[in-house]
Every structure is written in structure tokens, then in C-alpha cells.
């Protein structure tokens, strides 16, 4: 056997359940560092709640003095239908289902059945449309002629709505990372300069810097300076996550991408996590499917996926953002 033949589509609850719930909830939508909504109804609608401050009256009478009620904040994401497609000549392909097959210690390479083959399948579409879909909702662009042009993504949203005051990029621009000491002094600008609504939230848990890879290495490289036991542990085996009084970086991974476009190539910015989000959903329009089949005219096997995804910052003015011109 040099090349797989055997159609396959998914719709419906196998389209959810094989493909993309396992991309979008539990570990996986945790690495993504964001909100994930996942087939919310159709138009998505977000929202940010605030408490009611100062509920607390004095007891006189009977009577209801209750007030107005909460605060929030609300956006509808414009889902837009997009596609992914893969392909592969049938050897190129073989090969790469074999290798994750391969790479399993309970499988039986001399008796592979139609799961097995499959779930390779399944893996190696996954992985890429996954990448995809995560670059996407940073450095999506609608009004690019090419690149990761199907839906706008964060950096678009909060280069063009953010309060002019919340770019705070001075000490960005003079910083000299030769003396890794300095992201100290970005982070500190950032978190001084925040909003008090998003210096609040702190207690909440979900605030976070994210960042480009090279000041994620700047931190890396100043906690590695200090003097202790465990530093000199975390520089041989490495760090799982990295955190500043409490706040964690996210390394966003953008190197390969932002080259192409024109966002700021080194950024970071700080703000909670649920204000930035992804919705994806693949029940509500008709034709959302993932399909793989083999092309006999070309000797290629092909992958297609159809969906629908955006993404939105729900508050430009809980986002504090910093940048290298």
C-alpha cells in the first residue's frame, strides 16, 4: 500500500466531536490564551459583566430601592465562512499518515485497520488548520490582497480602535535588550499605565501580557541572571510558563507570520483574557464540513474544511499596549 483512497466527510456532530471541540476546549483552548467560543448561536453575541458598586444602603423602610441593573458590555462577532485546503501527492501523503501511525506503541504495523488510518488522518489535518486558526485571530486581515486575509484578527482591532493615550511605547523604543533587565522596565510601563478597571482585575486571575518571542527570551534571559538555586535549575531544563508578580506571558508565536504584514513586528500588550475573543462554529451554516479524498487524475489526496470563525476585542480600552516602531 503506497497511497490512501478511502473518501471521508464529516458534518453534523462528527464534523463537532472528531475535529474541532478537541481543538477548542480544555488544554488546547487554554494554550490559545484567549476566549474560545465554539458554536454559539449565530449572530454571536458577547458580553462582559460588570457588578452594581456601592449596593449597600442604610435599613429605614419597607420598600424596594434595588436601582438599575448591572453594566455590560456587549459586541456581536461577524462570523465570516471560510475554508482550509490541503494537498498532498499520494506518496508525500502515505507517508505522513504512516509516520503518526507509526509513532503509536499500541498500534500493529502489520494489521492497520480503517480507524487507525483515519485518526493519522484526522491528526495531521487537525494540526494545521488548528496553526491556522490561531494565527489568524492575530494577524487576520480582511483587507489584505493575500496572506491570513478571512476574518480580522486582535492586532488589526486594536491598532485601529485603541485610545490613542493607552499606546505607551517610549520606553519600548529606547530599550536595548542586550541588557535583558529592561523588559522589566516595559512591564512595569504597561501595568503603571493600565487602566485601574484592568489593575482591579488582577484578583480575578485572568489578566495577561502578551507578547512577541522576543521579549518572552528578554524575561527568559533576566530571570536566568539571578543568583539562586532554582534559576540555575529553570536555565538547563527550562520553564513551563513564565509569569511577572503574578501576571503570566503569553509567547503569541508570531514570528513566521507578522513579517508579511503590517503590524508592529515586536509588541506586547496587557489585558484579561476574556476580553479577547475567538468564536468558531460549524453547525449553523449549511455546507460546514470536513472532507478527505484522493484525486486519481492528479495522484493526490486533498483535505478541505468549511466553517465559520471571527474573533473580537470587546473592549479597546481595557487593552494597554506597547510596541517597537
Not at 508579511?260 to 500588550?269: A, G, N, P, Q, V
Request: hydrophobic share 40%.
Amino acid at each position: 500500500m503506497s497511497f490512501l483512497e478511502s473518501a471521508k466527510q464529516y458534518t453534523g456532530s462528527d464534523l463537532e466531536n472528531i475535529f474541532f471541540r478537541p481543538m477548542l476546549s480544555g488544554p488546547s483552548a487554554l494554550d490559545l490564551g484567549v476566549r474560545v467560543l465554539y458554536n454559539m448561536p449565530v449572530p454571536t453575541t458577547i458580553q462582559l459583566w460588570e457588578g452594581q458598586q456601592n449596593i449597600l444602603q442604610k435599613y429605614t423602610a419597607a420598600g424596594w430601592t434595588g436601582g438599575a441593573a448591572a453594566n455590560k458590555l456587549q459586541k456581536t462577532i461577524n462570523l465570516g465562512r471560510v475554508k482550509a485546503e490541503l494537498g498532498f501527492s499520494a506518496a508525500d501523503y502515505f507517508s505522513l499518515v504512516y509516520e503518526k501511525i507509526a509513532a503509536r506503541a499500541d498500534v500493529n504495523m502489520d494489521d492497520l485497520t480503517g480507524t487507525e488510518l483515519e485518526q493519522a488522518e484526522t491528526a495531521l489535518f487537525k494540526q494545521a488548520l488548528a496553526e491556522s486558526i490561531r494565527a489568524t485571530m492575530w494577524v487576520g486581515d480582511t483587507s489584505a490582497a493575500s496572506g491570513y486575509n478571512t476574518f480580522d484578527g486582535f492586532l488589526k482591532t486594536i491598532k485601529a480602535g485603541a485610545v490613542q493615550e493607552k499606546f505607551y511605547n517610549a520606553v519600548y523604543q529606547e530599550a536595548d535588550f542586550s541588557d535583558p533587565a529592561k523588559i522589566v522596565t516595559i512591564l512595569d510601563d504597561l501595568w503603571l499605565n493600565a487602566a485601574e478597571r484592568i489593575q482591579d482585575m488582577k484578583a480575578q486571575g485572568q489578566l495577561a501580557f502578551f507578547v512577541t518571542s522576543d521579549l518572552y527570551y528578554a524575561y527568559e534571559k533576566y530571570l536566568d541572571s539571578k543568583s539562586a538555586d532554582a534559576a540555575y535549575l529553570a536555565t538547563s531544563e527550562g520553564r513551563p510558563s513564565l509569569a511577572y508578580h503574578g501576571i503570566p506571558l503569553v509567547d503569541v508565536r508570531l514570528g513566521a507570520y507578522l513579517g508579511d504584514t503590517s503590524f508592529h513586528k515586536s509588541f506586547c500588550l496587557l489585558t484579561d483574557r476574556r476580553n479577547l475573543v475567538l468564536a468558531v462554529n460549524t453547525s449553523d451554516f449549511p455546507g460546514n464540513e470536513v472532507r478527505m479524498w484522493y484525486n486519481p487524475d492528479l495522484m493526490e489526496n486533498r483535505q478541505r474544511a468549511v466553517f465559520m470563525a471571527g474573533c473580537e476585542v470587546l473592549d479597546e480600552k481595557m487593552v494597554t499596549y506597547a510596541y517597537r516602531a
